[in-house]
C-alpha cells in the first residue's frame, strides 16, 4: 500500500483535475451521461492524490535536516490549489446547476502551473519555516476565533429581533436592528470563515510544531481541544450546507450559539495549558536534530513519549 501511494505523482491529480474541467465545459456542448457523478468522482480522485502527494512529499522533507515542512513556493501554491479544489467540490455538491467549475478548476490548475514553474527554488530552512507557518497559525486561529464570537453577536440579534416582531415592538422602537434574512445571512458567512479559519490555523500549527521539534503534541489539551472546536464547526457548516430546512428559521442561528460554546471551552484550555503559554520560541539547533529519533520521516505524526 505505502509503495502505491508514493507512486502517486503530480500527474494523477493534474489528470483528474483536467477531466472534471473537461465535464464542466461539456455541458453545452454535448450529453454525457452521469456527467455529475464522473465530476464527482474525478474530483475527489484528484484531492485524494493531491493530498496524498503533499503527505508524501513531507515525509521526505522531514529526513533532510536544512530543508523545512511545506516551506517553499512550491509547496504552498500546490497547498493553495489543494483547498481551492476543495472549495469547488463543496459548491458542486451543495450547487450542481451552476458553473463554478469554470472559474475555480481553471484556478486550480493555474496554480499548480505556478509550483510546477517554482519547483527548482529552494525552500525556506527549518528555522525561516517555523517563523511564517506560526504567523499563519496565529493570524488564522485570531480570525477564527472572532468570525465565532462575531456568529455569536449575529445570533443574539437574530433571537432579540425575532422576540421583538413577535411581541410587535420592532416597529415602535427607535433602537433598530437589521432584518431576520440579514442576520440569518451574517450567520451563515460567519460558520464558513470559522470553519476555514481554524482549519488553516490547525494545519499550519501542526505544520509549525513538525518544522520546530519534528512530532506533534496530539495528547495537549489546547490541541485536543482545537481539534474539537474544528469538528463541530465541520459537522455545522455540513449540516448548514447539505440539509435546506437548516437555512430556514433559526436553526443556523442555534448552531452558531453552540459554535460559540465550543470556542469558549476551547480557549480555557487552551490558556490553562502550555499550549497558550508559550512565550519565547526554542531556538532549534541542526545538531540537536541530527541522530534524533523522533526526527525521523517514519514516525513525525507520533505522539511524543
Same mark, same amino acid.
Request: hydrophobic fraction near 50%; proline fraction near 3%.
Given at each position: @500500500?505505502?509503495?502505491?501511494?508514493?507512486?502517486?505523482?503530480?500527474?494523477?491529480? =493534474?489528470?483528474?483535475?483536467?477531466?472534471?474541467?473537461?465535464?464542466?465545459?461539456?455541458?453545452?456542448?454535448?450529453?454525457? *451521461?452521469?456527467?455529475?457523478?464522473?465530476?464527482?468522482?474525478?474530483?475527489?480522485?484528484?484531492?485524494?492524490?493531491?493530498? =496524498?502527494?503533499?503527505?508524501?512529499?513531507?515525509?521526505?522533507?522531514? %529526513?533532510?535536516?536544512?530543508?523545512?515542512? !511545506?516551506?517553499?513556493?512550491?509547496?504552498?501554491?500546490?497547498?493553495?490549489?489543494?483547498?481551492?479544489?476543495?472549495?469547488?467540490?463543496?459548491?458542486?455538491?451543495?450547487?450542481? $446547476?451552476?458553473?463554478?467549475? /469554470?472559474?475555480?478548476? *481553471?484556478?486550480?490548475? #493555474?496554480?499548480?502551473?505556478? +509550483?510546477?514553474?517554482?519547483?527548482?527554488?529552494? *525552500? !525556506?530552512?527549518?528555522?525561516? %519555516? &517555523?517563523?511564517?507557518?506560526?504567523?499563519?497559525?496565529?493570524? #488564522? @486561529?485570531?480570525?477564527? +476565533?472572532?468570525?465565532?464570537?462575531?456568529?455569536?453577536?449575529?445570533?443574539?440579534?437574530?433571537?432579540?429581533?425575532?422576540?421583538?416582531?413577535?411581541?410587535?415592538? +420592532?416597529?415602535?422602537?427607535?433602537?433598530?436592528?437589521?432584518?431576520?434574512?440579514?442576520?440569518?445571512?451574517?450567520?451563515?458567512?460567519?460558520?464558513?470563515?470559522?470553519?476555514? #479559519? =481554524?482549519?488553516?490555523?490547525?494545519?499550519?500549527?501542526?505544520?509549525?510544531?513538525?518544522?520546530?521539534?519534528? /512530532? &506533534?503534541?496530539?495528547?495537549?489539551?489546547?490541541?485536543?481541544?482545537?481539534? =474539537?472546536?474544528?469538528?463541530?464547526?465541520?459537522?455545522? @457548516?455540513?449540516?448548514?450546507?447539505?440539509?435546506?430546512?437548516?437555512?430556514?428559521?433559526?436553526?443556523?442561528? /442555534?448552531?452558531?450559539?453552540?459554535?460559540?460554546? !465550543?470556542?469558549?471551552?476551547? @480557549?480555557?484550555?487552551?490558556?490553562?495549558? $502550555?499550549?497558550?503559554?508559550?512565550?519565547? *520560541?526554542?531556538?532549534? $539547533? $541542526?545538531?540537536?536534530?541530527?541522530?534524533?529519533?523522533?526526527?525521523?520521516?517514519?514516525?513525525? !505524526?507520533?505522539?511524543?513519549?
Amino acid at each position: @500500500m505505502e509503495t502505491f501511494l508514493q507512486g502517486i505523482s503530480a500527474t494523477c491529480f =493534474v489528470g483528474s483535475y483536467i477531466v472534471a474541467l473537461l465535464l464542466e465545459l461539456s455541458r453545452s456542448l454535448v450529453r454525457v *451521461p452521469g456527467r455529475g457523478l464522473l465530476t464527482i468522482v474525478f474530483t475527489i480522485a484528484g484531492l485524494f492524490s493531491h493530498a =496524498v502527494y503533499l503527505l508524501v512529499r513531507g515525509r521526505e522533507l522531514t %529526513a533532510g535536516v536544512e530543508t523545512g515542512l !511545506f516551506a517553499g513556493w512550491y509547496d504552498w501554491s500546490l497547498l493553495v490549489a489543494w483547498g481551492v479544489a476543495g472549495c469547488y467540490l463543496v459548491l458542486y455538491l451543495r450547487r450542481p $446547476d451552476t458553473i463554478v467549475g /469554470y472559474f475555480l478548476l *481553471p484556478s486550480v490548475l #493555474a496554480l499548480i502551473g505556478l +509550483a510546477r514553474f517554482t519547483r527548482e527554488w529552494a *525552500p !525556506f530552512s527549518r528555522v525561516e %519555516a &517555523v517563523g511564517v507557518w506560526r504567523s499563519i497559525h496565529g493570524l #488564522a @486561529m485570531t480570525v477564527g +476565533a472572532a468570525a465565532v464570537f462575531m456568529g455569536f453577536i449575529a445570533g443574539l440579534m437574530y433571537l432579540t429581533k425575532a422576540w421583538r416582531l413577535k411581541a410587535k415592538a +420592532a416597529g415602535g422602537s427607535s433602537l433598530r436592528l437589521p432584518n431576520l434574512e440579514r442576520l440569518q445571512l451574517m450567520n451563515r458567512q460567519c460558520l464558513v470563515v470559522s470553519t476555514i #479559519a =481554524v482549519g488553516i490555523g490547525l494545519f499550519s500549527g501542526v505544520v509549525m510544531n513538525l518544522n520546530r521539534w519534528g /512530532y &506533534v503534541g496530539w495528547s495537549e489539551g489546547g490541541v485536543i481541544l482545537s481539534g =474539537v472546536l474544528f469538528g463541530w464547526l465541520v459537522i455545522a @457548516m455540513a449540516f448548514e450546507f447539505f440539509y435546506k430546512p437548516a437555512r430556514e428559521g433559526r436553526k443556523i442561528v /442555534y448552531l452558531t450559539l453552540a459554535s460559540f460554546g !465550543f470556542l469558549i471551552v476551547t @480557549m480555557i484550555g487552551v490558556f490553562s495549558s $502550555d499550549h497558550g503559554r508559550s512565550a519565547v *520560541p526554542v531556538p532549534i $539547533d $541542526d545538531a540537536a536534530w541530527i541522530g534524533n529519533p523522533r526526527i525521523d520521516a517514519s514516525n513525525i !505524526f507520533e505522539v511524543p513519549s
